[in-house]
């Protein structure tokens, strides 16, 4: 099972209490249905296009598949970018109902993390992904 891992802290600065989560983009990513998504359509569109090149021949049948594997390229990446804006809007939106400020991806912390003496919410945005999104 594919973990979501957010971690949370708080930190007084000044005036302002700053509330710190950090996430596990990498095990967010395919647990959420935007990054299925991405799949699904790549996979039609290459369906689409093997039946398009079924129709040609020769040279002209080369040149379709060059240009095809770059529509796909352009595609994956356009459909990755939409989806990846998706699931950090909905990761930012959870962690401030969960009451957290700040968010920050576990990717980019070298060491320290256990330090935070952050409190492991895991459970409970796997739980706000699956009633979300109607997953359970």
């Known amino acids: 099972m594919l973990v979501f891992l957010l971690i949370g802290m708080t930190v007084t600065a000044g005036a302002q209490e700053l509330s710190v989560a950090v996430v596990n983009t990498q095990e967010i990513f395919p647990a959420h249905p935007a990054y299925e998504e991405v799949g699904q359509k790549l996979q039609e569109r290459q369906t689409e ?67 935070l003496g952050a409190e492991d919410i895991t459970e409970e945005i796997i739980a706000e992904i699956e009633k979300e999104y109607d997953l359970s």
């Open 49 to 115: 296009m093997r039946a398009e090149l079924e129709e040609l021949e020769g040279q002209e049948a080369e040149k379709r598949q060059q240009e095809m594997q770059q529509e796909l390229q352009q595609l994956q990446q356009k459909l990755a970018e939409e989806a990846t804006e998706e699931i950090n809007g909905d990761v930012e939106d959870m962690a401030k109902e969960l009451g957290f400020n700040v968010v920050i991806d576990q990717g980019g912390i070298i060491s320290g993390e256990e330090e």
